[in-house]
T-cell receptor, first 112, second 110 residues
Framework: DTGVSQDPRHKITKRGQNVTFRCDPISEHNRLYWYRQTLGQGPEFLTYFQNEAQLEKSRLLSDRFSAERPKGSFSTLEIQRTEQGDSAMYLC??????????FGDGTRLSIL | ELKVEQNPLFLSMQEGKNYTIYCNYSTTSDRLYWYRQDPGKSLESLFVLLSNGAVKQEGRLMASLDTKARLSTLHITAAVHDLSATYFCAVDSGTYKYIFGTGTRLKVLA
């Protein structure tokens, strides 16, 4: 069990640029989640994958956000045309059914 | 839509004292999770509560779930400085979506 790995740890970009984050879950976990967390708040659900299928997506997620999990292994989260409000910590978590989620260390996104 | 509220939002307590953190949620759910987050770190799982009346204990922390009241509590016994952190409850909405509370920031004073 090597834990959930996220890359990069920090990303600084100019407004309007596209960014992509990667998450490598714990290998035997079929469930994968993406969250966004801002200072002083709890994690906000973005999307959920069961194996390679994206089964749930937050209504708060604009069309600029897209996520994939090809082959049910690692996942990527892409944000197009970044805006100031996208600045946050992006967390990935994985789990087995009804078990607690194991979180990665997150990718901190800063928009200049 | 499921809403999860925690109180208090901030808690400053003396070492050795007892206190309870409350987590209320707005719609039916049978699964509730507690997590701890240290400053600048990610979330660490503390407890999984999977049925009405479930009680779990680990060290100085004890969590319980009352699904009829839509309430979970996290009780701290004889607090020590190492328990200083932010504590989150998270509720399974039943549609693969987990809703987190806003967190309780706990500071234990020596």
């Amino acid at each position: 069990d090597t834990g959930v790995s996220q890359d990069p740890r920090h990303k600084i970009t100019k407004r309007g640029q596209n960014v992509t984050f990667r998450c490598d879950p714990i290998s035997e976990h079929n469930r994968l989640y993406w969250y966004r967390q801002t200072l002083g708040q709890g994690p906000e659900f973005l999307t959920y994958f069961q194996n390679e299928a994206q089964l749930e997506k937050s209504r708060l997620l604009s069309d600029r956000f897209s996520a994939e999990r090809p082959k049910g292994s690692f996942s990527t989260l892409e944000i197009q045309r970044t805006e100031q409000g996208d600045s946050a910590m992006y967390l990935c978590a994985s789990s087995l059914a009804y078990q607690p989620q194991h979180f990665g260390d997150g990718t901190r996104l800063s928009i200049l | 839509e499921l809403k999860v509220e925690q109180n208090p939002l901030f808690l400053s307590m003396q070492e050795g004292k007892n206190y309870t953190i409350y987590c209320n949620y707005s719609t039916t759910s049978d699964r509730l999770y507690w997590y701890r987050q240290d400053p600048g770190k990610s979330l660490e799982s503390l407890f999984v509560l999977l049925s009405n009346g479930a009680v779990k204990q680990e060290g100085r922390l004890m969590a319980s779930l009352d699904t009829k009241a839509r309430l979970s509590t996290l009780h701290i016994t004889a607090a020590v400085h190492d328990l200083s952190a932010t504590y989150f409850c998270a509720v399974d909405s039943g549609t693969y979506k987990y809703i987190f509370g806003t967190g309780t920031r706990l500071k234990v004073l020596a």
